[in-house]
């Protein structure tokens, strides 16, 4: 009988639910005055938003690559448990411009994974690269704007100070996504006009499409 190997991207991502979950039960037993409601806050809303891609890829019927599910959760790991839950901003002055970035990255590869089954096997490959790399850049963007309003909800509702109540500290996250963003647009513009970048070969036929029953 053939042996399946879990994929590291879902190993991880489970891993990183299930601490998260009993670091929050933990915090919730051992809550004396209050002193740990930023904990439990943070695990509650951690947890929430591991499960989000999860859910838009139920809703929008796509399987993403494992390269991207791991990206991704990486990125919630380092941003929100390590960055917000363990106060990492604060130890590394950078990394908020660098988790910034990175979600710019994130986001282009993933516009330029979506785009093959949302666009379709047959009309994918008679895209300008010019269009491709634009929407790339577009989603990338558009995603960071998301990003930043999720933050300021979090802000308003539980009290967070993720965008330190500054306008500055937005706008530098706008514009340090957007050069991750242009990065990527700028690989996806040469990896479909003259093949380079062939490790993106992997993202893009990792994604699909889920097939009606």
Not at 107 to 135: D, I
Not at 144 to 152: G, Q, S
Request: glycine share 8%.
């Amino acid at each position: 009988m053939k042996k399946t190997k879990l994929p590291f991207s879902l190993l991880f991502k489970w891993s990183f639910r299930i601490i998260l979950l009993f670091l929050t039960i933990y915090y919730i037993l051992t809550n004396k005055d209050g002193a740990n409601a930023n904990f439990i806050s943070n695990g509650i809303v951690i947890l929430f938003t591991s499960f989000i891609p999860d859910i838009i890829c139920l809703i929008f019927k796509f399987n993403i690559s494992t390269a991207i599910d791991f990206l991704i959760q990486s990125f919630i790991f380092m941003t929100l448990f390590m960055g917000k839950m363990y106060r990492y901003y604060s130890i590394w002055p950078l990394w908020d411009f660098f988790l910034h970035w990175l979600s710019g990255v994130i986001l282009g590869f993933f516009a330029l994974t979506a785009l093959k089954p949302l666009a379709g096997r047959k009309v994918y490959p008679l895209l300008p690269p010019a269009l491709v790399s634009v929407f790339i850049f577009l989603f990338s963007v558009t995603g960071a704007a998301l990003w930043e309003f999720w933050e300021f909800a979090g802000d308003q509702l539980f009290g967070f100070d993720s965008q330190l109540f500054s306008l500055v500290d937005t706008m530098s996250d706008m514009i340090s996504g957007s050069i991750g963003a242009l990065i990527v647009a700028f690989m996806g513009y040469l990896f479909i006009k003259k093949g380079s970048f062939k490790f993106l070969d992997g993202f893009v036929n990792g994604t699909s499409k889920k097939q009606r029953k």
